[in-house]
């Protein structure tokens, strides 16, 4: 059974940084492409960053190129979201997603506020 779950949400000042991870089960992580989406309250779900198989290819929104990073650990079955120079604007709650099985995860909330 697919599993994803999301971690490393919380509240942070304008201009700050996290890391969000997503640890997967239940599927072989290494074969497949992983992305990170967001969904603010009274919007659509977007798309934030995606990644290949074996993390050669990366995709980010417009709004997050050069201040996301996506990458993943196919040891560790993880998938993260280096997020820096937040702006209140990135306030969401971001999912995990794999294409291949159409899953999501719970999703983790990202609060940026003074």
């Known amino acids: 059974q697919v599993q994803l779950v999301e971690s490393g949400g919380g509240l942070v000042q304008p201009g700050g940084s996290l890391r969000l991870s997503c640890l997967a089960s239940g599927f072989t992580f290494s074969n497949s492409a992983m992305s990170w989406y967001r969904q603010a309250p009274g919007k659509e779900r977007e798309l934030v960053a995606g990644i290949s198989s074996g993390g050669g290819n990366r995709n980010y929104a417009v709004s997050v190129k050069g201040r996301f990073t996506i990458s993943r650990d196919n040891a560790k079955n993880t998938v993260y979201l280096q997020m820096n120079t937040l702006k209140p604007e990135d306030t969401a709650v971001y999912y995990c997603?794999?294409?291949?099985?159409?899953?999501w995860g719970q999703g983790t909330q990202v609060t940026i506020s003074s």
């Open positions: 997603y794999v294409s291949r099985f159409k899953s």
